[in-house]
Each structure stands twice: as C-alpha cells, then as structure tokens.
Nanobody
Framework: QAPLVESGGGSVETGGSLRLSCSAS????????LGWFREAPGKQREAVAV???????EYTDFAKGRFAISRDSAQTQLYLQMNSLKPEDTAMYYC??????????????????WGQGTQVTVSS
C-alpha cells in the first residue's frame, strides 16, 4: 500500500529540537488521519500525536506543550516539531495512517500503514 517515509531524526542534546518529516503524498485529499508513534528499546510502541484529515490535532500528555504535529498545505508532508527534548524521548519514531472512520486513535492496531521509522537520540 501507500508508502510513508520518515526523515529528520538524529542526535541532539537535552533541551534541543528536531523536526521530523514524513512523506505522505498518497494520503493527500483522502479521509485518512496521520499519526506519530515512537518505540523505545524494551518498551511498547506508543502514540505521540495525531492529525485528522481536516487538520484537527491531538496529543498524548507527554507531548503536549513540547511537540507539534502538522501537515503542509498540499497534505503531502507530515511533520513533528519536537522541542525541549529529554533523554526519555530517545526512540524510533514512526508515522502511520488510519482511516478517519476508525474507532480508535491511540492504539497501534488502529493504524493500517506504517513507515520504517527514524531514530531520535537525546543525550544528557
């Protein structure tokens, strides 16, 4: 199915910022929501933020105030701006797509399509 390709990961120090990107051109103009998830070593994959096809955004508690999810006007790119990064933000970050009509928002099984991930490492 339609590919999702993440980029923008890297290594930063505590307090730094990164902006992740996800190429999502095949979802432009569709009724698909896009989300960012992350998976740290030894932990389960968890949701970070979601943006609906109409632009409505939602965040998990740890992301509120520090992270911002957005899409470009053409809806071909998904972004995650991450500020005030902490060592506990170290993880592989994934973008994912689900139908707007899916019942759930925050579980991995709500999402049908996934990218390969981009690594974020925050050093103390």
């Amino acid at each position: 199915q339609a590919p999702l390709v993440e980029s923008g990961g890297g290594s930063v120090e505590t307090g730094g910022s990164l902006r992740l990107s996800c190429s999502a051109s095949r979802y432009a103009g569709t009724r698909y929501s896009l989300g960012w998830f992350r998976e740290a070593p030894g932990k389960q994959r968890e949701a970070v933020a979601v943006i609906d096809s109409d632009g409505t955004t939602e965040y998990t508690d740890f992301a509120k105030g520090r992270f911002a999810i957005s899409r470009d006007s053409a809806q071909t790119q998904l972004y995650l701006q991450m500020n005030s990064l902490k060592p506990e933000d170290t993880a592989m970050y994934y973008c994912a797509a689900r139908s707007d009509f899916a019942l759930g928002t925050w579980d991995t099984y709500d999402y049908d399509y996934w990218g390969q991930g981009t690594q974020v490492t925050v050093s103390s």
